[in-house]
């Protein structure tokens, strides 16, 4: 019964993406982040339903009217070059046929990414793919928060299988990177009951979060609940809504999720720890003897490669997002990786310096400020993380390509330059208030053209 309601939702979908090309868009990111066909059952799992649904998207866009270009600027360029060398590296890569499999799916992920970059053109397409983007996600992070509080938070919260997001880690970190965005929207929506909805659907995320037990997701809650702090403008309100999941964990919550996160600060005598650092310095050391290139994308874990440096032992996946693209794409494609999150980085924070004092581009502001801390969350907790191509990454710096092209075409739109204005006259026989107020008037536009103009 699932297939088939899900088999109709998308036929109607790419219906209507035919005529409006976007509605495609946010179905291809709509299926990409939520995965929504491993939670039916039968045929439908066997479809490369998410390939459909781009190749429509993609025909309906080249044929309608929509203005085609590309969008200028380093993320756009640097993404393309990351992926041009991605698939470079693949054809010298330890075991090329493991490793182009991952590459077919990377590179969709990068196309959808090109494709928001040139059609999410507007403010209303933008507010649409946040929400998309919110939904997606609080599907499993309102599901997960219900299941703790159920079980009374002894069992892991963990993703769909066969996903980016199925472990407990990943999908911690998944649901850390979505709260900035589903904040952003608790702050547009002119309906105060869709902003309380929001308002618990974030609560029940972060009770999921918790219920993961990652370690590194409690360090990235920490490291978010720090950041919006500093940015929140209402903080009395930010400090209650903390303090109520603060003592939630504290009263819920069974001993031995205190015995995990214990560990973090003992982490040297953890053996999960100890297998992490050993696959760190299998991918800095591959890449250092195979140099430029790595082994290729999930390779590290491959025993005969693993076992290269540390025989006998038992391979792991690189658990940081770091190491993952060192060792699987050489210091080349670090190097690149790091570029596009220092420049997304930047580009945030010029948005928001750009439009914060602006009340009609603070929406630029707000939403440039959750893509900042989505990222920051994502750059924390994909330190200890195998989730460095993961798809919401792509979208949210895909994003700020058309919100930058946005806020300039406005400030542009309503800049005014400043222009002189002709002086009024004095008359001969004109009365002395009216000569005073004439003479008051040109020393005023003196005083604007100092300030305008200083030498």
């Given amino acids: 019964m699932r297939g088939i309601f899900l088999a109709v939702g998308i036929l109607a979908g790419m219906g209507l993406t035919l005529p409006y090309p976007y509605v495609g868009v946010l179905l291809w990111s709509w299926f990409t982040l939520q995965q929504p066909h491993q939670d039916a059952y039968g045929l439908i799992q066997q479809i490369p339903l998410n390939l459909v649904i781009a190749l429509v998207t993609l025909l309906a866009w080249f044929l309608s009217s929509e203005r085609k270009r590309l969008p200028s600027g380093f993320i756009f360029w640097m993404l393309a070059v990351f992926l041009l060398w991605m698939t470079l590296n693949s054809f010298f890569a330890f075991n090329p046929a493991w490793s182009w499999p991952y590459w077919d799916r990377i590179w969709k992920t990068i196309l959808l990414g090109f494709v928001i970059a040139m059609t999410a053109t507007s403010r209303s397409r933008l507010y649409a793919l946040s929400w998309v983007i919110v939904i997606s996600l ?67 995320t972060i009770v999921s979060i918790v219920g993961s037990y990652s370690r590194g997701a409690i360090i990235g809650l920490a490291m978010l609940a720090l950041f919006a702090f500093f940015r929140a403008r209402n903080r009395l309100v930010y400090i209650g809504f903390a303090a109520v999941i603060f003592v939630f964990v504290l009263q819920f919550m069974p001993e031995h999720f205190f015995d995990r996160v214990a560990t973090i600060s003992n982490a040297g005598q953890d053996q999960s720890f100890e297998a992490r650092l050993q696959s760190w310095q299998v991918a800095y050391h591959y890449a250092i003897d195979h140099f430029p290139f790595g082994a290729g994308f999930y390779a590290i874990q491959l025993g005969e490669l693993y076992q290269r440096y540390f025989p006998g032992q038992e391979p792991h996946a690189v658990h940081s997002i770091y190491f993952q693209v060192l060792g699987e794409n050489g210091f080349i494609g670090l190097a690149i990786y790091l570029s596009i999150l220092a420049a997304a980085f930047l580009r945030c924070s010029r948005l928001i310096s750009l439009t914060r004092k602006n009340l009609e581009q603070r929406w630029v502001s707000d939403l440039a400020l959750a893509v900042q801390a989505s990222l920051l969350v994502f750059a924390v907790a994909g330190a200890g993380l195998p989730i460095a191509y993961y798809d919401l990454f792509i979208i949210e710096i895909s994003m700020l390509l058309p919100l930058t092209g946005i ?11 400043w222009r002189r204005a002709p002086l009024p006259a004095l008359e001969e026989n004109g009365s002395r208030r009216e000569n005073s107020r004439v003479m008051n008037a040109i020393a005023r536009q003196a005083s604007v053209q100092s300030l305008t103009n200083p030498k």
């Fill in 138 to 204: 609080f599907y499993y992070g309102v599901k997960g928060g219900l299941f703790t509080i159920i079980t009374g938070g002894h069992f892991h919260v963990i993703g769909p299988q066969a996903t980016a997001i199925g472990d407990n880690n990943s999908l911690a970190a998944a649901l850390l990177m979505v709260l900035p965005f589903a904040n952003y929207l608790r702050g547009q929506v002119a309906d105060k009951r869709i902003a309380h909805l929001l308002t618990i659907c974030m609560a029940l």
């Fill in 407 to 417: 806020a300039l075409q406005e400030q542009k739109r309503n800049y005014q330059p």
